[in-house]
């Protein structure tokens, strides 16, 4: 059993604790300022605690706060060369976390499916100790990066659940207005994109062959796809991802100099 913490139990922080939870193989420790954010959690973790002793005692400390707030907030923190901290901030680097510790850091960009134990993430810095993959294995599938490439995957795997709502919620929106119940347009919608991301994953082919399996021979999904290729989705998906991208490289101006 691992020992953790999470720092900050608002939507990410409290999709952490939930899907570390879930499992039953670690200890979690909740820790917020706001009692609100630690009654939303307290039926999924060994214990809640607005003392910042007892959060920082674990040998694994996941921060969770808003990037404005996490130099500060780790620098109150009095952590040891032996313990891990894992920073979900974006835009903030390694190495300003680094300057305000003495324990390992860790970057991490997680996504809100760790509640589900279904999440992406991106993870940078020092390298993983098996305990540390131990809690991400639990969460779902972690990929270790370059730093330099974390603003991306911020925006990929970070931001992605909310770009992928509102790819589903448009399927589902379709459906209801020639006639679908909205009840079972959200099931269809949800689970098609649920089946096929996990085709994607298991499949030996490419995306653009498992389309064309898709699409029979003077079928529908050809009619589809017409109307999709000659739209501007695509480039409209990587406009979006391109502005996230560029606001989590916004977001840490102050650390450039770190
Ligand atoms: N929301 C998301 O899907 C994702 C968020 N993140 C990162 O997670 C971090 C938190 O974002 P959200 O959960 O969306 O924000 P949020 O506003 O929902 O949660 C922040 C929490 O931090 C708490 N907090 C504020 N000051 C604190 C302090 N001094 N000590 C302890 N707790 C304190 C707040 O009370 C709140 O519960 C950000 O750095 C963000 O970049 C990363 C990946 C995905
Ligand atoms: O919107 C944000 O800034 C955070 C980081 C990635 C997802 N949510």
Known sequence: ??????IGCGNMGGALVRGLSRTGNHSVV?????????????????ETTTDIAVATEPEIVFVAVKPDLVADVVTELDLSPEQTLLSIAAGVPTTA?????????????????????TMAAAVAGAEISDDVASLL?????????????MDVATA????????????????????????????DATVLAAQTFKGAAET????????????????SPKGTTIAGMEVLRDSSVEATIGEAVAAAENRS???APDYDDE
């Open 97 to 117: 976390l680094e300057a305000r510790t003495d324990a390992t850091v860790v970057r991490l960009m997680p996504n809100l499916a760790a509640e589900s134990g």
């Open 249 to 251: 490289k916004e977001l």
């Open 200 to 215: 994607v994953l298991q499949s030996d082919e490419s995306i653009e062959e498992l389309i064309d399996a898709v699409c």
């Open 30 to 46: 909740a820790y917020d300022v706001d009692p609100d954010a630690l009654d939303a959690v307290s039926g999924h973790c060994s």
């Open 156 to 183: 990929v795997n970070g931001s992605g659940p909310a770009f992928v709502f509102y790819l589903l919620n448009a399927m589902k929106w379709a459906g209801v207005e020639s006639g679908l119940r909205p009840e």
């Open 137 to 149: 294995e639990d969460l779902g599938v972690f990929v270790e990066i370059d730093e330099a490439q």
């Open 1 to 6: 059993m691992v020992q953790a913490s999470v």
